[in-house]
């Protein structure tokens, strides 16, 4: 596990970039924190690592937008709206082992069709202050360990 602190819209963003330099084909992230916690903020700075030029907004009532125009694909999803099931029509599968980047918000409602390693990024409001956050990175299998030591160290 591993923390780290930012003070700023900017600082998420730029945060999202350094793993966006170390993520590769397959890579799953699942992104947890409230509403306005900055989970779309940080996969901005992740596509712009990517070399995405779209824009990239959240993708809460389409579920998933899918962005091909960078180093890898990035696979943007939202399943907040699965709060009382159905993931499993959705096909994540394909997506999670996929040639691109799998970044979820609010993978809690589909727990059930997480894969088997992935790395979970749970983002915390640390004041009152509206943008300071605290991220919590927890690897689940060998890759996504040495993803955040390799980020650690990239910090």
């Known amino acids: 596990m591993f923390k780290y602190s930012v003070t700023s819209d900017a600082a998420t963003q730029r945060l999202g970039a350094a793993v966006g330099q170390l993520v590769q084909p397959g890579d799953v992230l699942l992104l947890q924190g409230e509403l306005g916690a900055g989970k779309t903020t940080f996969t901005k700075g992740l596509a712009t690592a990517l070399g995405i030029q779209q824009y990239v907004k959240s993708p809460t009532f389409t579920l998933i937008r899918e962005y091909t125009s960078g180093r890898l694909p990035l696979y943007h999803m ?23 980047v799998s970044v979820v918000e609010w993978p809690q409602f589909i727990e059930a069709e997480w894969p088997e390693n992935y790395l979970q990024i749970k983002i915390n409001k640390t004041a009152t202050d509206n943008e300071q956050r605290e991220f919590v990175f927890k690897p689940q299998g060998a890759r996504y360990t040495a993803l955040v030591a390799q980020l650690e160290q990239a910090l």
Request: proline share 0%; aromatic share 14%; hydrophobic share 25%.
């Open 78 to 100: 939202d399943v907040y709206r699965l709060e009382n099931g159905g993931g499993d029509e959705l096909g994540l599968e394909e997506y999670f082992n996929g040639a691109g």
